[in-house]
Nanobody, 116 residues
């Protein structure tokens, strides 16, 4: 059974930092590109950051310079380091595992709330 379990969300003041973690089980982690998406009510889920199997990352322009994505294949975990948080970063953040051969999976989401 595939599980992606996010953690690290919460309430933080503007300018603060959070680190999200996503622990994967039931998949061969190194075979998947990993990503972090976010969603607010009434809006489509948007890609925040992605990292390929070989560690190449891409960051959305809206968070570039503030967010960093990384992965630890030995721990089957992907991270999203979020610095200089803004109220507009408030959303539910979802972890995603994606492989054209093995499928696509989502975590249950973790709430991030940034107060002004």
């Amino acid at each position: 059974q595939v599980q992606l379990v996010e953690s690290g969300g919460g309430l933080v003041q503007a300018g603060g930092s959070l680190r999200l973690s996503c622990a994967a089980s039931g998949i061969t982690f190194s075979r998947y590109s990993m990503g972090w998406y976010r969603q607010t009510p009434g809006k489509q889920r948007e890609l925040v950051a992605g990292i390929t199997r070989d560690g190449t990352s891409n960051i959305s322009e809206s968070v570039k310079g503030r967010f960093t994505i990384s992965r630890d294949n030995a721990k089957n975990t992907v991270y999203l380091q979020m610095n200089s948080l803004k109220p507009e970063d408030t959303a539910v953040y979802y972890c995603n595992a994606d492989s054209p051969l093995y499928g696509r999976y989502w975590g249950q989401g973790t709430q991030v709330t940034v107060s002004s």
